[in-house]
């Protein structure tokens, strides 16, 4: 520890039994249940208590997303059920979002409930300076049980030339527009780029996508980013792929983005949507024998890093979702009250993308089943030749594929992409979570006709 960080950290301004550094879904959810234990608890975020999901993340953008479903479901109406007209307004959007979701931004609530359960709330930058001490401008606390992390992620901005000088966006100013763009350009073909891409296209805001890597959702497999780019296609979304905006300029006209190949695209916003960053080094981790420019903590399996020393979240590198984060947040608070608890795992770790389809997945996908070295065995089936897709007609496009291990007989991973791709995946997440025999599956009754019937089929198709 440097001999500044000993100076200040010599300075103990209050004491607790554990102090919370980032009060997002997981550190509120951590911190309000020791509180509730009895135990004597300081919560610290220079933002929001409740984090980004509330504010720009999972719950807003879920609220555009509906929304820009309706509109869809709308135009879908000719030659199945009549006629419409549909007028996009984006106003009862935006007021949804400050309504319900936000409240403009403030806080006061989710403060007064972590409060009402018996914790302490301090608002502010929270930094070590040492062992079991955050500092917090000029005020030092130390806790005498333990210190759990969970500061988040912020929007990565990639070095691209020319992007820092410009007024670009990320996803907190992209849920808070009152108002629409004509068009906007987002970088990152990801969850987050492509959840909001759909939104603001089928409100009518002219849409192009660029994704330096060879697909869209590039952690996903290849036919869910295959189905998604032709569904952006239909939907009128310029979709760039496989090379990266090498140069970004602003002027009266709005933005000027140059791809490697000579491609210039217009357009008067830009999204920035390239994935999520740590800030290690910001947190003083340093100060506590970690390494400061490393990406994640490296917790274990009762989520902890250090003795004393808990995190969850984002920032444990697990999975960047709400319910990672309060998955472990159980197992911390457990852990740090002295249960008994399960350890931490993450091999039916599932996830959504809310796209129209919606792209859910779990587990691993074929290319890390193969890697992992298991014996592989994949299925595909097309939603549009089940019974319920043929059914559904207009918006029915999707797929079920399934990866098995040839010897245990059971599921690695699956992707339910389709209507209601998310709800779907929930029979497919306990499968591989349970390591159901395919066996077993295959003696199952499947009602009909739903559109998860359609995992009988994949489960039929698999080669085992």
Known sequence: MSEAAQNTASEITETADVIV??????????????????????????????GECPYWGCVPSKMM???????????RIPGMAGSVEVTPDWAPVAERIRAEATDTWDDTVAVERFEGKGGRFVRGEGRFVGSGQ?????????????VVVATGTRAAVPPIPGL?????????EAI??????????????????????????????????????DRLLPPEEPESSALLAEVFASEGIAVHTGQFASKVSHGDDGFLVELADGTKINGEKLLVAAGRRTDLAGLGIDAIGFDGAARFLDVDENLSFGDGLWAVGDITGKGAFTHVGMYQAAIAVADILGQDHLAAEYAALPRVTFTDPEVGSVGMTEAQATESG???????????????????????EGLIKLVADAKTGTLLGATAAGPNGGEVLGLLSLAVHAKVPVSEMR?????????HR???????ALDL
């Open 21 to 50: 550094i980032g009060m997002g879904p997981a550190g509120e959810s951590v911190a309000g249940q020791l509180a509730e234990a009895g135990l004597d608890v300081i919560g610290i975020d220079r933002e929001l208590v409740g």
């Open 65 to 75: 997303i509906r929304a820009a479903h309706l509109l869809a479901e709308a135009r």
């Open 134 to 146: 955050v500092a917090v401008g000029d005020q030092v606390f130390q806790a005498t049980k333990g």
């Open 164 to 172: 820092s000088d410009t007024p670009f966006w990320t996803n907190r």
């Open 176 to 213: 808070e527009a009152e108002t629409l763009p004509a068009s906007i350009i987002v970088l990152g073909g990801g969850a987050i780029g492509s959840e909001l891409a759909q939104v603001y296209t089928r409100f009518g805001v002219e849409v192009a996508i660029v994704e330096g890597l």
């Open 374 to 396: 298991a014996d592989v065995r994949t299925s595909l089936i097309n939603v549009q030749h089940t019974a319920r897709g043929w059914l559904h007609k207009a918006g029915n």
């Open 443 to 451: 003696s199952m009754i499947w009602a009909y006709p739903t559109f």
């Open 454 to 460: 359609g995992i009988e089929d994949a489960v039929n």
